[in-house]
């Protein structure tokens, strides 16, 4: 049966059979929905046949990896912890359109080291079918290091990842996207300790205030800050805007700003010069 006509339950029978084939599994896993539940999905099927690999970097936020390991332990998923080295390589910290392929580089170049050292016979990421009309060089990184796809070959989309999570039980069922604090930096603007400190700093900040979903853009003197539009008239408030100015320029922020679209997953991608986005369709 093609995989467009399937239907969730299917899918879902799909990807515990892919996993299957797969044998000893490494997976890479961030904590975020589609990774942590395709981690979920192998433990199931696989049992100690699964290790999941966390990255940690400065450019994954403390929040972050404390929730994977969390997660990780409440659903008895064999887990490690690696030291990835991305801010080492020039290209990488140089932040042009390419970034998330030097990320990705290295972060498959280690769990391939790990997968012949251990004898494991292949290495997974939780890629999905959404994710293929995004602005996404970390898959060209994926292919490269010959990693698989179990969700995306299942022909699994983003909120029926969702819908599978909520039918296990999974908390992490509804848990915003987030991506990399490396993805928050303006491109061409060098990734630096301090600006990715100065992201996660702010975004914790934010969440304090109650906030759920965000972004804190890096423009240099400048932090766009993006909210949910579900959210967003909480953040349009006279007193909201002192604290948000308050938290910012703390940080060193000289200019403070709102962005009234609100939350755009990817919305750095938008400045992206016409040559770098023309390479997508090649």
């Known amino acids: 049966m093609p995989v467009g006509t399937m239907d ?9 059979s892919g996993l299957r ?25 696989l049992g100690q046949n699964l290790l999941a690999v966390i990255a940690d970097s400065p450019s994954l936020a403390r ?16 887990f490690e912890v690696i030291a990835t080295r991305e801010l080492e390589r020039p290209e990488y910290v140089r932040n042009h359109g390419q970034r998330c392929y030097f990320c990705k580089d290295e972060l498959f170049r280690l769990m391939d080291e790990l997968r012949a050292a251990r004898g494991f016979q292949a290495i997974a990421y939780g890629v999905n ?21 179990p969700l995306l070959d299942a022909g699994l989309r983003k909120e ?33 300790r301090e600006a990715l400190f ?17 972004r804190v853009r890096h423009h ?18 006279a007193n909201m805007a ?24 990817g919305s750095m991608n938008s400045l992206l010069p016409a040559d770098e986005l023309a390479r997508r369709a090649g």
């Open 129 to 149: 079918l959404d994710d293929q009309g995004d602005w996404r060089p970390g898959q060209r990184a994926a292919g490269a290091h010959s990693v698989v796809a």
């Open 220 to 237: 240099g003197e400048m932090v766009r800050i993006e909210i949910a539009r579900e959210e967003l008239a909480s953040a349009l408030d």
């Open 8 to 16: 969730i339950q299917e899918k879902s029978a799909a990807l515990a």
């Open 160 to 192: 029926e990842i969702r819908a599978l999570a909520r039918s296990a039980g999974l908390r992490i069922w509804d848990k915003p996207a987030s991506a990399c604090l490396s993805s928050r930096i303006e491109y061409g603007r060098p990734v630096t």
């Open 242 to 265: 002192l604290e948000f100015t308050k938290i910012f320029k703390a940080l060193g922020f000289k200019f403070v700003t709102l962005d009234l679209e609100g939350f755009r997953s």
């Open 198 to 214: 100065a992201v996660e700093q702010g975004e914790d900040a934010l969440r304090k205030l109650g906030f759920r979903q965000i």
């Open 21 to 45: 084939r797969l044998g000893r599994l490494l997976v890479a896993y961030s904590g975020g929905v589609d990774s942590a539940y395709l981690a979920w999905a192998a433990r199931q099927v």
């Open 63 to 78: 929040t972050q990896l404390s929730d994977a390991i969390a997660f990780a332990k409440e659903q008895s998923i064999a």
